[in-house]
């Protein structure tokens, strides 16, 4: 599970923003507790903002990150793809990432420092109430091992390259089991954007959960019907695959009750919010059967907002999401703020130097804040910030409403 993250010098994220799952409201429910960490934990987070202000980004961070783990020694070798704040002069070089994960009952912190050329820091600990308990530690390519791990990880020494994480290679070629618990918990994160899935084939994880053999398939029928858009079943079938294109090889046909008995659609006959529904369905499903963490962008996009709100009760169900499964979304829908508790709502907010900055909602006072009452109504009277910068008379100004 996710505990913190911490990013600086990543697209408009300059100085370093910090989102924390850790709860301020601790008698709830859907909370999560984390005895090796001394706290509990948020299954769900929201972040709002006006357009263009960063909350994209908060989550493009997690993934770089998850996918810089995972494919460091393959994809880095001839430069890292980072993207550092822009709007500065001289531009700095170096982004950072640090995150707090909760690995099998015991807190582990990752960090890196690293610029288009090199690592140029890299360190894993595990957190003893107080203590920091060496794991791993680089500076450029030399590395300090703990004395307990030498005989298991010795190897990554004569591997390591300036551009390869210490954690990805000692994930692929070396075992050790609070290494490769960390590297999964990050590699398992998953990214959910609308602007890729109308034109994208569907994710293979709801593909997965069609099947006709699939543990997942009843419950992810279930939440198809949810939706009440007159589905009864859904087939994946084989398909010939193209040689000289990347298709998929799998198809998925919806079947509508038609009266006189089912019949199966193509996908594009298909409405926006049909597919939106469907391309959350397997990663949601895959994030709840392993406990993971699942970001999503413009959750709201295509949905019906009570397919929203059923979104986050899966996630904040102890029932539903027994192994304690996350899901950090962004949004527009100031709705979704009467299904969020205080901790559970980030705002982002850009500066006039273009930086974004990233608050949460539970550091504002007030009663309807303190008991997560009346958010929406405060929010949209501008209470919090993070409400788009309406300039009328300009706007009209430039439709030649006004002289």
């Known amino acids: 599970m996710l505990i913190r993250a911490e990013v600086e010098n990543f697209r408009s994220i300059d100085a370093a923003v910090e989102l924390s799952m850790v709860a301020v409201d601790e008698e709830r429910d859907c909370v999560r507790p984390a005895p090796g960490a001394g706290v509990v934990i948020l299954p769900v987070a929201g972040i709002l903002g ?134 999964r918990t990050l590699v398992s994160i998953d990214f959910l954007s609308p602007r890729t899935s109308l034109w994208l084939g569907f994710q293979e994880s709801t593909l997965d959960a069609f099947e006709a053999d699939s543990p997942r398939r009843e419950r992810a029928l279930s939440l198809l019907r949810l939706a009440d858009l007159g589905i009864t079943d859904a087939t994946v079938s084989s398909i010939d695959r193209l040689p000289h294109r990347a298709l998929q090889d799998r198809k998925l046909r919806l079947l509508h009750d038609a009266g006189n008995g089912p019949v199966p659609f193509t996908r594009d006959q298909e409405s926006a919010g049909t597919i939106e529904w469907l391309q959350t369905i397997g990663p949601a499903l895959t994030a709840l059967g392993r406990g993971s963490l699942l970001l999503c962008d413009e959750i709201d996009a295509s ?30 829908d100031t709705n979704l703020l009467n299904h969020l508790n205080r901790d559970e709502v980030w705002l982002t907010h850009r500066d006039d130097k273009g930086s974004t900055s990233l608050r949460a909602l539970a550091d504002f006072s007030g009663r309807n804040v303190e008991q997560s009452r009346g958010l929406e109504r405060s929010y949209l009277d501008g209470a919090f910030g993070a409400l788009p910068d309406i300039r009328r008379y300009e706007m009209q100004r430039a439709l030649g409403l006004v002289p």
């Open 303 to 332: 949905l019906h907002p009570t397919l929203t709100v059923e979104l986050l009760h899966l996630f904040q169900s102890t029932e539903m999401n027994p192994l304690g499964a996350q899901l950090i979304f962004t949004t527009h």
């Open 50 to 183: 006006p357009n263009a202000s960063g909350k994209t980004n908060v989550l493009r961070a997690l993934n770089w990150l998850a996918r810089g783990v995972k494919g460091s020694m393959s994809e880095w070798t001839d430069r890292i793809p980072v993207e550092p704040f822009a709007l500065t002069s001289p531009a700095r070089p170096t982004t950072s990432f640090t995150v707090a994960v909760l690995v099998d009952g015991h807190v582990f912190e990752y960090l890196m420092d690293l610029t288009a050329d090199r690592i140029e820091y890299e360190a894993l600990f595990r957190l003893d109430g107080e203590e920091r308990v060496l794991v791993f530690e680089r500076e450029d390519n030399e590395i300090v091992l703990a004395p307990e791990r030498e005989d298991r990880l010795r190897g990554t020494r004569l591997i390591l390259s300036s551009r390869a994480l210490a954690l990805s290679v000692m994930r692929e070629r070396f075992g050790d089991r609070d290494v490769d618990g960390v590297a």
